[in-house]
């Protein structure tokens, strides 16, 4: 039985990258989710932010889903190799809004912070 090169043989890239883009928006849910924990009633700050990370957390999967497909459908480039599409911008966009987010989650918890004096 022999043994075909690694790149004859189809991979489960397409695969890894959507789990790895449907992990990222389970941690944006998880975040989500931590924000509405606290034992207070939830302030109209709270609530957007939830709101967007919820819709950060589905935009995330469905570009997941989008560069799974990607990955799927060779290209040749001009020289004659087979190529992926960058994901420089889906990337760019994720992680920007997740700063976004932290930044506008870190401001929200300062001003609700309550200090004993």
Do not use: F, K, N, Y
């Amino acid at each position: 039985m022999t043994r075909r090169p690694p790149r004859d043989r189809p991979g489960l890239q397409a695969e890894r990258t959507e789990l790895a883009w449907e992990r990222s928006g389970l941690g944006l849910l998880a975040a989500a989710a931590l924000l509405l924990v606290r034992h207070v009633e939830p302030t109209l700050g709270r609530v957007v932010l939830v709101g967007v990370d919820l819709a950060l957390a589905l935009l995330t999967v469905w570009l997941g889903r989008v560069r799974g497909r990607r990955i799927r459908v060779p290209r040749e480039d001009p020289a004659g190799r087979l190529t992926v599409a960058d994901a420089r911008r889906e990337v760019l966009l994720v992680g920007w809004a997740v700063v976004a987010v932290a930044g506008a989650t870190t401001l929200l918890l300062l001003t609700q912070l309550q200090i004993p004096t």
